[in-house]
């Protein structure tokens, strides 16, 4: 079955720790995304990479750390330094597609990770 | 960068009844992108409209590129379609979407 799949559901984690939050999709796209949600608010990228071994920041991407060692894998730590680190994360991934007239680019996203601090 | 605005913030509607949701974006995009979220969290997909207009189902998307906004119809609404819809539009080839805060909908029986 192809899609993106995050790991784990759940997460807590205990004051000075990082911990990691998978993210594999096996949807051969190309370009990758992390966001995180807040309660009653819409998502804000941390982190992108249109292609492996490259990534570039988001709006709110202190805190954060990413890699992209394989195509099919954009795993995101949460660093100590991330001070208020309890949100809903959203891993997302996206591909073009169709001719130069009807270029398409959606994204689409698994169902994301609740990280909550002990 | 560019703003997202989504309207009304909330509402509230019995069942079969018909309803629009709007988005407005403060500079041209590449990619406007409207999404449901269930109570569970997971974001569906329902439109990719940049421009034009699509229909699937009880739901049609219009997108008015050149007036900056982009309408969501939900018609003959069911307890199911309640949730949160969001709009996120990206102004470049990147694809860094930037998402509204969203329409909390609730369909009562």
């Known amino acids: 079955d192809g899609g993106i799949t995050q790991s784990p559901k759940y997460l807590f984690r205990k004051e000075g720790q990082n911990v990691t939050l998978s993210c594999e999709q096996n949807l051969n796209h190309d370009a990758m995304y992390w966001y995180r949600q807040d309660p009653g608010q819409g998502l804000r990228l941390i982190y992108y990479s249109q292609i492996v071994n490259d990534f570039q920041k988001g709006d709110i991407a202190e805190g954060y750390s990413v890699s992209r060692e394989k195509k099919e894998s954009f795993p995101l730590t949460v660093t100590s330094a991330q001070k208020n680190p309890t949100a809903f994360y959203l891993c997302?991934?996206?591909?073009?597609?169709?001719?130069?007239?009807?270029?398409?680019?959606?994204?689409?996203f698994g169902a994301g990770t609740r990280l909550s601090v002990l | 960068g560019i703003q997202v605005e989504q309207s009304p913030p909330d509402l509230i509607l019995q069942e079969g009844a018909n309803s629009t949701l709007r988005c407005n974006f403060s500079d041209s995009v590449n990619n406007l992108q409207w999404f449901h979220q269930n109570p569970w969290g997971q974001l569906i997909n329902l439109f990719y409209i940049p421009s034009g207009t699509k229909q699937n189902g009880r739901l049609s998307a219009t997108t008015v590129a050149t007036e900056r906004y982009s309408l969501l119809y939900i018609s003959s609404s069911q307890t199911t379609d309640s949730g949160v819809y969001f709009c996120?539009?990206?102004?470049?080839?990147?694809?860094?979407?930037?998402f509204g805060a969203g329409t909390r909908l609730a369909v009562h029986p």
């Open positions: 997302a991934s996206s591909i073009f597609t169709g001719g130069v007239l009807s270029k398409k680019n959606i994204q689409y």
């Open positions: 996120a539009a990206s102004p470049d080839g990147y694809n860094k979407l930037i």
